[in-house]
């Protein structure tokens, strides 16, 4: 807009500068920017800082910042407390984890059951740890009753930091030519931290993600399989476990579970 021949009345409330009662322009503390009519901005400014705070809403686009041609590079979502960079617009903070077992120590030892996979694709040789036979596997799990400390520990993922899950893939094959229907699920559970007797038992199950159910060929094929999780937010101190389960015993199964997931 060009001010040629305007009348400052005709154009003031399109004007923006610092609010302040003071003629002493810009300082060491932020000050918001106001246009002429006295509207706020998400904007504030000092002689070092800027500060950015919405007046009205949480936007998916609080800041945006996008290359020549118009793609996005960085965006700030107050809405869901993420910075979204990169050409992908993923979170900043992405990071991945890994489950996984080698078909060697036998995950299908009775059909209908759900197993703990090692956390960490380690291809631990840890005794497979029987997690539930409903359709969800145990919401909770007692170390002391079944002296096993050591296989339960290869098979937890402490989460020291909130988190929130963004998605889970699985990949998975069989050793044998028949196989079965096989799912996986992700469950999230209070921890009982500490050093004494009895400590690490699981309660309060939650699932995080379940699999649907994959008719397996056996070892003619990998199986690969992306699931959106459904109880996303994983708070500190909890853990995080993988089970798996297949409907028959047709087989033994390799599996990796890949979990994406980013900061709060």
């Not at 154009?11 to 322009?25: C, S």
């Not at 096989?182 to 004494?196: Q, T, Y």
């Not at 309660?203 to 994959?214: E, L, Y």
Request: proline residues 2%; negative net charge.
């Amino acid at each position: 807009m060009s001010l040629t021949n305007k009348t400052f009345a005709s154009y003031y409330k399109n004007i923006v500068g610092v609010f302040k009662t003071a003629n002493t322009g810009i300082t060491s503390s932020p000050q918001g920017l106001r246009d002429g009519a006295g509207n706020k901005s998400c904007i504030a400014l000092s002689d070092d800082v800027l500060y950015i705070q919405p007046q009205n809403d949480n936007t998916l686009e609080t800041l945006r910042v996008v290359n020549q041609s118009g793609s996005a590079v960085l965006k700030v979502d107050t809405t869901n407390s993420k910075v979204l960079a990169g050409a992908s617009q993923v979170a900043v903070n992405t990071q991945y984890a890994y489950f996984g077992v080698s078909s060697l120590t036998g995950l299908s030892a009775v059909a209908g059951t759900h197993y703990l996979i090692p956390f960490g694709n380690t291809w631990a040789t840890t005794a497979a740890i029987a997690f539930g036979t409903g359709t969800n596997p145990s919401t909770s799990y007692d170390v002391s009753a079944n002296n096993n400390g050591d296989d339960l520990t290869v098979c937890l993922w402490y989460v020291p930091d909130n988190i929130t899950i963004d998605q889970v893939y699985l990949l998975a094959g069989g050793n044998a030519a028949s196989g079965d229907t096989i799912n996986i699920h992700l469950l999230s559970f209070d921890f009982d931290a500490g050093a004494g007797a009895g400590k690490g038992d699981l309660s309060n199950g939650i699932v995080v993600a379940g699999g649907a159910d994959i008719a397996s060929l056996g070892y003619e094929n990998v199986i690969y399989q992306s699931t959106a999780p459904s109880s996303a937010d994983v708070d500190a101190g909890k853990v995080i476990v993988a089970t798996f389960e297949s409907n028959g015993t047709n087989s033994d199964y390799a599996c990796q579970i890949v979990t994406k997931y980013h900061i709060r």
